[in-house]
């Protein structure tokens, strides 16, 4: 199931950028999930959304850190002003319907690095 | 809330040893419980799944798990190895009709030796 999408693969962005991440959920899905696994610790859950709604954000940061998911086109997360701590592999997972993760599937992660 | 708990951080097995992999969850009420695989360099996939009923079960490529209630365990066993097993493997927990978003363990790197 390649059909999730995530880019790019690795990103490398200086301290204070911005960093943009993609994904591209499977076809006829419209649930998107976004996971963090720092180093050495497990996946941790971050922000799941619908077409142009955020259903549940209760894992993101409270600052710096966005999603969003519009009617077309993929699911962005966005990191303003990046630090070394957001230095992580971030997955995302699509499913076709809420409600119903192991129906999920997941893309590659995109690995970001902060320098 | 929820958490997970993987003990073996690494594995090493050589090819046809036994495999198991612990997981143990807090959760006071009804959980369902899941197993993915990560390979080199590839997305996560679902391996094997619990929601009820027989709490021995059987995932894809010779993996099975089994639940006990009692001990909030749902440990990943294989009986024998291959070296395309290498991969990282997660336990994760979601509370049956409560938070349905799955809270994951931290991991179990397993590498086997041919």
């Known amino acids: 199931n390649a059909g999730v999408m995530q880019n790019p693969r690795h990103l490398v962005r200086r301290r204070g950028q911005e960093a943009r991440l993609r994904c591209s959920p499977m076809?006829?899905?419209?649930?998107v999930y976004w996971y963090r696994q720092l180093p050495e610790e497990g996946l941790k859950f971050m922000v799941y959304l619908q077409k142009e709604n955020i259903i549940d954000e209760s894992g993101m940061p409270k600052e710096r850190f966005s999603a969003e998911f519009p009617k077309e086109g993929p699911s962005i997360l966005r990191i303003q002003q990046v630090v070394r701590g957001d230095s992580a592999a971030y997955f995302c997972a699509s499913s076709r319907q809420g409600r119903a993760f192991t129906e999920a599937f997941f893309g590659q992660g995109t690995r970001l690095t902060v320098v | 809330a929820q958490s997970v708990s993987q003990h073996n951080h690494h594995v090493i097995l050589s090819e046809a040893a036994s495999l198991e992999l612990g997981c143990n969850y807090s959760y006071g009420g009804t959980v369902n419980l899941f197993w993915y695989v990560q390979y080199p360099g590839q997305h996560l996939q679902l391996l094997l799944k619990?929601?009820?009923?027989?709490?021995l079960v059987k995932g894809i490529k010779g993996f099975e798990a089994e639940f006990i209630k009692s001990k909030f365990s749902f440990n990943l066993r294989k009986p024998s190895v291959q070296w395309s097993d290498t991969a990282e493997y997660f336990c994760a927990v979601n509370s049956a009709g409560g938070s349905y978003i799955p809270t994951f363990g931290r991991g179990t790197s397993l590498i086997v030796h041919p």
């Open positions: 076809k006829g899905h419209s649930h």
């Open positions: 619990y929601f009820s009923g027989d709490p």
